[in-house]
Each structure stands twice: as C-alpha cells, then as structure tokens.
C-alpha cells in the first residue's frame, strides 16, 4: 500500500513540475509570438503597476499632470494622472505628456503631435530653460515645431520654464 501511494506522490509532483514549466516556458512565447498581443500588454502597463504595488507609501501619491494637447477646436488641456515615484517634477511631467492618448481624449477630441513612442532620454532645467533630450522616434512627428510647443506649453503651464530646447541624438533640433 504504501509503494502505491509513494507512486502516486511521485506522479503528482511529475505533473506539477511538468505544468509548471510549461506554463512558464508558454506565456513568454505567446507574448513573443502575436505582435498585437505584445503591444497591448506593454500598453497595459503592468511593470508600472507592479512597481507602484511594492513601492512605498510616499511612492504611490498620485498626481495630477495637465498636459496641452491639439483638439478638434484648437489647444485643450486635459489632465492625466501619474504615480511619480522618485522622479522629480519635470521627468513626471514629461512622462505624462508622452503617454498615449486614453480612449476618453481619443474621443474628445483630442490629438498629439508628438509622434506616439517617443521615449524620454532625460531632461534637465538650467536658468530657467528646459532641455529636453528624446529619442530619434520625435523626428518623424507629422508636426515637430507643434509637437515642442507641446512640451512647452506643458512644462510652462506646470513648471514656470521660461524656454525649451529639444535635443535629439545630441544635436539641438528646437529650441523656443
């Protein structure tokens, strides 16, 4: 009796290794596999949402970011809401402009000019100006003189900077 119930732990734990590991090796290669899904699990933020879960209590304040965007009647500011974190104020504040357009502004109206995938390099304010480094994907907006008063009228609108230079690849590609 006892030689069967051993066999039967045995063969337990031979299937719950076996399903676990294929449940581990399938997901990735699922995600891997179907672009579509791959691109909505990033849209999905889940690395944000995990980091805000086993961040700290300081870390999770929420704050409100207005950001400028282009509207069916001319410039609207909408406001969209951020977990900052550690960064400081102008990297939460770009990071909100750069996020994609929700459904709601989607269907208010609402556009960017600045091309979606646009990834912030870094950014830094001296004397009062902005100098905003972006990837190289900010030179294929339809509008990029659009697309950094943008960025310009956001950061004046929450930050008070009085200019804006645009860096992109190292090479100042605007500066207002």
């Known amino acids: 009796m006892r030689k069967k119930e051993r066999e039967q732990k045995s063969s337990f734990r031979y299937l719950l290794v076996l ?3 294929l ?48 509207g069916v009647f001319g410039e609207k500011e909408t406001e969209r809401v951020i977990h900052p974190g550690q960064r400081d104020p102008l990297h939460y504040t770009l990071e909100a402009l750069l996020l994609p357009l929700s459904k709601d502004e989607k269907e208010n109206g609402l556009i960017s000019e600045i091309k979606e995938g646009v ?22 907006s ?3 003189d659009g697309a950094a008063e943008e960025i310009y009228k956001t950061l004046h609108n929450n930050l008070g900077v009085d200019g804006l230079v645009v860096i992109v690849d190292d090479t100042i590609v605007i500066k207002k």
């Open 23 to 70: 449940f581990v090796i399938s997901i990735p290669l699922l995600i891997l596999s179907f672009p579509s899904l791959k691109k909505s699990v990033s849209n999905s933020r889940i690395i944000e949402h995990y980091e805000l879960w086993k961040s700290s209590k300081e870390e999770k304040e929420r704050k409100v970011i207005t950001v400028t965007l282009e």
């Open 19 to 21: 399903y676990i590991t």
């Open 119 to 140: 990834k912030l390099k870094g950014a830094t304010i001296q004397d009062n100006i902005a100098f905003v480094s972006l990837s190289s994907d900010f030179l294929l």
């Open 142 to 144: 339809d509008d990029t």
